[in-house]
């Protein structure tokens, strides 16, 4: 399993302007040139960015995981953190439902990790998934949270199996609200959650294990997101801006 060789190695992101001729100073990431131009920031800017997804040409890279065509994940411009779109995640008020997206990426890194996504929670009886699985050709490595937004609870599934309680305050969940922004750092050389950020209030989680289990699958990481909502009711979830980043600070 390769450790990244981080900044300015083969492991740099091919995107932004550090690929132009005759510039003296690059600047790796358009996003970090908008925030020194004066752009307003809402990321939480640690690590290298090494995956980006705003849904700017919809979700043709993304693989449905829904119970019934009628829960299918669409583009949708109602509500969006990036312009022009968002992944609408809805549900219709049938038992047993459930509307989610996922995909592969090939990124065989064991380093310290960040997850980000913005979210905005347009009804109130839900559970959301977040979900990582990385597979380094021997183990596999699991990161589970989950968003009870009915009960404005946040669980993590830690290595004993079991979901443990890690955040409990107020949220601003309903169509009101403006879209959350959630960051998870895990540590997978030292199979160790670090920290969770929501909405810039930062969470402490070295105390719960990564849940790890031996695995030949080939190299990758997976990630999924999923709307669960509670019986009998219909759950819109607009997800927008996920990115991943490497070499964080722990």
């Known amino acids: 399993m390769a450790i990244p060789v981080g ?17 003296q100073v690059t600047i790796t990431d358009m ?22 997804e705003g849904f700017q040409y919809g979700i043709g890279r993304w693989i449905q995981n829904s119970s019934a065509e009628d829960n299918y994940v669409v583009p949708s411009a109602n509500y ?10 809805a549900t219709t008020d049938d038992l047993n439902v459930y509307s989610g997206i996922y995909t ?6 064991t380093s310290s990790m960040g997850f980000e996504w913005h979210v905005k929670f347009y009804d109130e009886a839900m559970l959301f998934y977040f979900w990582v699985q990385l597979y380094t050709g021997s183990v596999e490595y699991r990161v589970v949270f989950r ?27 309903g169509s009101d609200s403006p879209f959350h922004v959630f960051k998870v750092v895990v540590d997978f050389v030292n199979e160790i959650h670090i920290r969770m950020v ?31 909502p509670g019986p009998s009711t219909i759950n819109r979830i ?3 801006n996920i990115i991943i980043t490497m070499d964080e600070p722990t």
Not at 34 to 45: E, H, M, T, Y
Not at 83 to 89: E, F, M, N
Request: aromatic content about 14%; glycine content about 6%; charged content about 25%.
């Open 31 to 52: 996003s970090e040139l908008a925030v020194r131009l004066g752009s307003i920031n809402r990321f939480d800017r640690t690590g290298v960015v090494i995956f980006e």
């Open 238 to 240: 607009y997800l927008d």
């Open 104 to 109: 592969r990426l090939p990124i065989p890194y």
């Open 147 to 173: 968003i009870d937004v009915e009960d404005k609870r946040i669980d993590i599934l830690a290595k004993d199996e079991k979901y443990h309680i890690v955040y409990t305050d107020e949220l601003n969940f």
């Open 198 to 228: 929501i909405d810039g209030v930062d969470v402490d989680l070295t105390d719960y294990p990564i849940w790890t289990d031996t695995e030949d699958t080939s190299p990758h990481l997976y990630l999924y997101f999923s709307n669960n």
């Open 7 to 23: 900044f300015g190695g083969r492991d740099y992101p091919d995107f932004g302007v550090s690929g132009l001729e005759n510039t």
């Open 80 to 89: 969006f953190s990036i312009v022009p779109y968002a992944a609408l995640l």
